[in-house]
């Protein structure tokens, strides 16, 4: 399976980015998806949880009552300057012979499908302003 970075294809300043992470930050402590330390500014986590994970990609977390993992790193919001990106980052990358190359490429659209959703899911919990169609869809 090809992981690739996600370009959003836009610009932010410094400013625009601590309120993202502030606001990332803010919503992991009601359970959202996200985690941003200060001390690492350049990024924001993106996780894996039980109630919201790509689809095809379930087997990546556990139920918060099995050991294991209940939530997981699946991408990181990089600042990258002011021009953010997504570097995609999966627990793990299924191949063949477990399952076929179209399911390879099924799982990494959904992926990739999810992690431009939850930037606009950020984007829009922080409060930042974005024209549509200024972020590529795919």
Do not use: C
């Amino acid at each position: 399976m090809e992981i690739r970075n996600l370009d959003f294809d836009i610009v932010v300043t410094p400013e625009q980015w601590e309120q993202l992470g502030r606001a990332a930050a803010a919503t992991a402590r009601d359970g959202a998806g996200f985690a941003w330390d200060e001390r690492n500014p350049e990024e924001i986590r993106v996780l894996f949880r039980e109630d919201d994970v790509p689809p095809r990609w379930e087997d990546a977390v556990s139920a918060g009552d099995v050991y294991g993992a209940n939530a997981r790193t699946g991408a990181r919001f990089i600042f990258n300057d002011g021009h953010p990106y997504a570097r995609i980052e999966p627990p793990y990358t299924p191949a063949e012979p477990v399952i076929t190359e179209e399911e390879q490429e099924a799982m990494r659209l959904e992926l990739e499908r999810w992690v431009r959703a939850k930037w606009h899911e950020l984007m829009r919990i922080s409060g930042l302003h974005y024209t549509p169609g200024h972020i590529p869809q795919s």
